[in-house]
């Protein structure tokens, strides 16, 4: 049988000219040749990993790790646990620049996780989600590292506008802990939107703004309180109380299995505004703060009505 | 607008004698002086070539004297020592650092003839912090400046140049901002730290290294002398490699070392002269540091080589990369085998 000997060895050869390698939706070979082209594969990244032989971006992006290491895990939870469903895929373009700015919450930041994994997995340019992450990830040992080999980067201007002029998808969420780490009761309820540092980047760098409104992440993990003087104690912004955790110990750590909707809206152009000049303009970078702000809370309403139940 | 007579200050050491073998090698340069405190080591002497050396310590006035006399036009600063041994402690180092400088400059602007000024610096003086953006572009507002050592002396020499160009404004004034260097003559701190057999990192921590080739930043230098390009400028290699990545690369261990136990061993080190660790390295190993090299390039034209292949002619000298390399490979040659084999040999398992 020569020829499975060729399928064998092709992937390898083909994986290290490209250093992204596309995700394996075509598993065309025969069903029993299946796990055994996956050893192979799995085979030749433990030697590139154990030689080094891969290739990073400035900002330390690793997809080879990420492709097969990072999001895999995160797949089960997309599709069985909280089977996200995506809605206006269409609205994010294939190629060049844009700026998906997204409602924030879960005490956990999965909402990113899952955000990233519906524009990787179900968006037909497999685009991969490049977001901006608090001060704190970057600080925080194993964190950082990871923060950085899986795409994100510190949420400032000019890494924001380096990533959107470089024509990479930039993802943010400008509520930060305000929002992820809200109360139950304010559920679904915008917090404050920064300073509009996410609009002048997208205003420089001339990209349209993606609202995206999340559904489901809030009940994850439902915060029903909040341990201040330990988080202050950690240097914590925050550290959760839910109705299982600490309760129930590490089975808390389980998030509630509820039903996901990612809507990504209309795009906002701004390449009309006229670039650097318009980003100096304080009312103008207001003013489309809180169109993207008023756009996201009201599909977020839409989208509540429309949900039966919590879990379903 | 060729340079006449340039000075090379400290000339004793690895690029500063290259620098000035290869002006001393250029015949439209009429004389090339070196100075340096002590005189340089008879292999790197080999490549001064016609270079005049002159035994003078840039602390002290009789410098101005030198430049007086040999109506230097042209001054390449290369000077700031980046590690206490070389100095013998670091009161020595910060005073050939800073006082040297501050001398050297007095005697710049006091030089009728001086017609431009070249000054090696490094990037370090962005500091490491967690709060940087992912590249510093050379009007960069460093969130944390270095507080200490060698990139203290750094900010501190560069205050200086920035003087000098205000009250020399005639002067062609070039300021490189190197990242740090490798190769496989050059021997530095990041050089021996690499090469130790098992590498100490920093648990919980995998910094974006950064780094220039020894050749691409002695052509950097050259062309900044003999050429016209004012201004400041990052010299490194295009992209990163993670440290874990250079330390596979390597063929080597990585040892995570928690934390607090850091300085424990930077010190361990420093005892046994292996490395020299300071404390901004620490750091430096915790968040790395990357600089925008898109100026140097538009400016310089493609002239530095990337990262991975400047530390690929440094790993190149490396025998554990290649047992690991080759050892690698024919495991993952064996494991493709095995499974070829299984498929042969039982063909209702293909079907199945």
Known sequence: ?312 | MNPRVVLVTGVSRHLGSRLAGVLAADPSIDRVLGVDTVAPRPELAAVLGRTEFVRADIRNPLIAKVIAQAEVDTVVHMNVLATPLDAGGRTAMKEINVIGTMQLLAACQKAPTMRKLVVKSTTAIYGSSPRDPALFTEDAEPRSLPRTGYAKDAVEVEGYVRGFGRRRPDVTLTLARFTNFIGPRIDTPITRYLSLPVVPTVLGFDPRLQLCHEDDAIEVLRRATLEDHAGIYNVGGAGVLMLSQAIRRMGRPALPVPSPAVSLVARLLRGTALVDFSPEQRHYLEHGRVADISRLHREFGPVTRPTAEAFADFAAGSTSRRVVADLSRSAEQLGLELLARRRTTSPGAVGA
């Open chain 1, 1 to 312: 049988m020569p020829e499975a000997k060729i399928l064998q060895l092709e992937p390898r050869e083909s994986r290290r000219a490209q250093p992204e390698p596309a995700p394996d939706l075509t598993p065309e070979a025969a069903p029993g040749a299946d796990w055994e082209q996956r050893l192979a594969h799995g085979l030749a990244f433990l030697r590139r990993r154990i030689t080094g032989d891969y290739a990073i971006d400035d900002f330390g992006f690793d997809p080879d790790l990420a492709e097969h290491v990072l999001l895999p895990p995160l797949r089960p939870l997309y599709e069985r646990w909280f089977r996200v469903e995506t809605r206006g895929l269409d609205h994010v373009p294939d190629t060049g620049g844009a700026l998906i700015v997204a409602n924030h919450s879960g005490t956990v930041p999965l909402d990113a996780m899952m955000t990233t994994l519906a524009l990787k997995d179900h968006h037909p340019a497999h685009r991969h989600l490049r977001l901006l992450g608090a001060n704190l990830v970057f600080t925080l040992p194993v964190v950082a590292p990871l923060a950085r080999k899986a795409g994100h980067t510190l949420a400032c201007n000019p890494d924001a506008e380096r990533l959107l002029t470089g024509g990479d998808l930039v993802g943010v969420f400008p509520e930060g802990f305000k929002g992820i780490g809200k109360p139950y009761r304010e559920r679904y309820k915008l917090q404050r939107f920064g300073r509009g540092g996410f609009v002048s980047a997208a205003l420089r760098a001339g990209v349209p703004i993606i609202p995206c409104s999340i559904v489901g992440a809030e009940e994850i993990y439902p915060i029903i309180g909040n341990a201040a003087t330990l988080a202050r104690l950690l240097g914590l912004p925050y550290v959760p109380v839910t109705p299982t955790f600490p309760l129930l110990g590490p089975l808390g750590v389980v998030p509630l299995p509820s039903k996901w909707i990612i809507e990504f809206g209309e795009p906002i152009e701004t390449s009309h505004f006229g670039g650097a000049a318009a980003a100096e303009d304080p009312m103008l970078v207001f003013n489309l703060t809180d169109q993207v702000r008023e756009t996201i809370q009201s599909t977020l309403y839409t989208l509540l009505m429309q949900r039966r139940s919590v879990f379903f």
